[in-house]
T-cell receptor
Framework: QQQVKQSPQSLIVQKGGISIINCAYENTAFDYFPWYQQFPGKGPALLIAIRPDVSEKKEGRFTISFNKSAKQFSLHIMDSQPGDSATYFCAASKGINYGGSQGNLIFGKGTKLSVKP | DARVTQTPRHKVTEMGQEVTMRCQPILGHNTVFWYRQTMMQGLELLAYFRNRAPLDDSGMPKDRFSAEMPDATLATLKIQPSEPRDSAVYFC??????????????????FGNGTRLTVT
């Protein structure tokens, strides 16, 4: 049973465009939703995260939109740049979280983003 | 710049051999995770420790995998005997959990750059 479903599997965007990656979760006990960015040969790195008490969080060109009733959240990358080309993972975890993950992060299967110049 | 260090970066071995992967968490972090990444399954949690004690290893095949933390600066993941289906990238991640007043605080996870294991 896949607890966090991510789409699309791959995405090609022109430079300057908006990249949108979607995730859906099943467990209503999840209370921490991070996005990780991974470059080839590197480990995932935390990009941005949100808790379910807010509907949107923005950090620079990156925005998370969160819909608690639909159990969905998405990552928007505005003004996408070739340097944003990477694999993006959404994740979720449950428990009491203040600023991070208590324990078991459940990851989506990833979206490979290519930003064309 | 503090980082999680994993060794070796690459390992090629024959089926049946023992494989040991090592991880040095960020100094001061008290929680260590082992994840496995494959194309088919994505990132899967194998095990995690807090203050060197194992909290959850339910994602790990018990018959061949073992994870330990001999001390606060070293975590190990061992496979014996290794099989071709174990070929994957193994990531270690560390974080910090503490209490602020009566509320727990958990830092974000920091991942190492992984060990790419190939079992032939």
């Amino acid at each position: 049973q896949q607890q966090v479903k991510q789409s699309p599997q791959s995405l090609i965007v022109q430079k300057g465009g908006i990249s949108i990656i979607n995730c859906a979760y099943e467990n209503t006990a999840f209370d921490y939703f991070p996005w990780y960015q991974q470059f080839p040969g590197k480990g995932p790195a935390l990009l941005i995260a949100i808790r379910p008490d807010v509907s949107e969080k923005k950090e620079g060109r990156f925005t998370i939109s969160f819909n608690k009733s639909a159990k969905q959240f998405s990552l928007h990358i505005m003004d996408s740049q070739p340097g944003d080309s990477a694999t993006y993972f959404c994740a979720a975890s449950k428990g009491i979280n203040y600023g991070g993950s208590q324990g078991n992060l459940i990851f989506g299967k990833g979206t490979k983003l290519s930003v064309k110049p | 710049d503090a980082r999680v260090t994993q060794t070796p970066r690459h390992k090629v071995t024959e089926m049946g051999q023992e494989v040991t992967m090592r991880c040095q968490p960020i100094l001061g972090h008290n929680t260590v995770f082992w994840y496995r990444q494959t194309m088919m399954q994505g990132l899967e949690l194998l095990a995690y420790f807090r203050n060197r004690a194992p909290l959850d290893d339910s994602g790990m095949p018990k018959d061949r995998f073992s994870a330990e933390m001999p001390d606060a600066t070293l975590a190990t993941l061992k496979i014996q005997p290794s099989e071709p289906r174990d070929s994957a990238v193994y990531f270690c991640a560390s974080g910090f959990r503490s209490l602020r007043g009566h509320q727990p605080y958990n830092s974000p996870l920091h991942f190492g750059n992984g060990t790419r294991l190939t079992v032939t």
